[in-house]
C-alpha cells in the first residue's frame, strides 16, 4: 500500500474486464477504484503490478527507462450461421462474459461462440516523459533518432509485436546503444 502496510491475498488480473480480482467468502471480487488509489505495487509471483493513468499495469522494466504492460482482451463473436454455411457478426445478438456491479464480478460463462483475443498497450517512460505504443510503428517513432539500428535489429531478430519478450530485448538493446 501506498502508506507502507502489506496486505496478502490470492489475486489474478482479469484481461477482459482489466481489474485485478481476488475471492473473499466464496465470492469472486474486484478491486475498486477507491482500493486502486491506495495501492503502491502488487506482486502475482515474479510479476509487479501498478496503477499508471487509473489501469493496472504491469512494470516489465524499471531502470533510467521505464516499461510497462497494459494487458487487455476482447471476445469477439464468431457469428452466427448465415445462409450457405458463413458466419456473420453483424446478425449476432450482443452477450456479456461478467457483469460488474458493487465491486463484484459475477461470472458468466463465455460460450464457444466467443473468441477470446488478448493483446496489450505498452507504455514507456523516459526522462519523464510517458508515452504509450500500440504497435511496431508506434515504438519506432519514439527511437526516431536511432531508427536505422531500429530497423536493422527488428530485421536481424524478426522482432513481432504480440512477443513481449522481443518487444523487451529491443528497447534494452536501443537504450543501450
Not at 457483469?99 to 477470446?116: A, C, H, K, P, T
Request: hydrophobic share 35%; aromatic share 10%.
Amino acid at each position: 500500500m501506498k502508506n507502507g502496510k502489506e496486505n496478502k491475498a490470492l489475486l489474478n488480473y482479469n484481461s477482459l474486464t482489466e481489474e485485478m480480482i481476488f475471492k473473499d467468502r466464496g465470492k469472486t471480487l474486484a478491486l475498486g477504484s477507491t482500493e486502486i488509489q491506495l495501492i503502491d505495487t502488487i506482486f502475482i509471483k515474479d510479476r509487479r503490478f501498478c496503477t499508471l493513468n487509473n489501469a493496472i499495469v504491469e512494470l516489465i522494466i524499471q531502470s533510467n527507462y521505464d516499461l510497462f504492460a497494459e494487458n487487455k482482451c476482447k471476445a469477439l463473436n464468431k457469428g452466427q450461421e448465415t445462409a450457405y454455411g458463413g458466419k456473420s457478426q453483424t446478425a449476432a445478438t450482443s452477450s456479456y462474459g461478467s457483469i460488474n456491479s458493487g465491486g463484484s464480478v459475477y461470472n458468466l460463462n463465455i460460450s464457444e461462440d466467443y473468441e477470446l483475443k488478448p493483446y496489450t498497450h505498452y507504455w514507456l517512460r523516459k526522462n519523464g516523459n510517458l508515452k504509450k505504443f500500440t504497435s511496431i510503428r508506434q515504438l519506432k517513432k519514439l527511437y526516431n533518432d536511432k531508427k536505422d539500428l531500429f530497423k536493422a535489429y527488428v530485421k536481424k531478430n524478426d522482432v513481432k509485436f504480440d512477443n513481449q519478450e522481443s518487444i523487451v530485448l529491443l528497447i534494452e538493446y536501443l537504450e543501450v546503444h
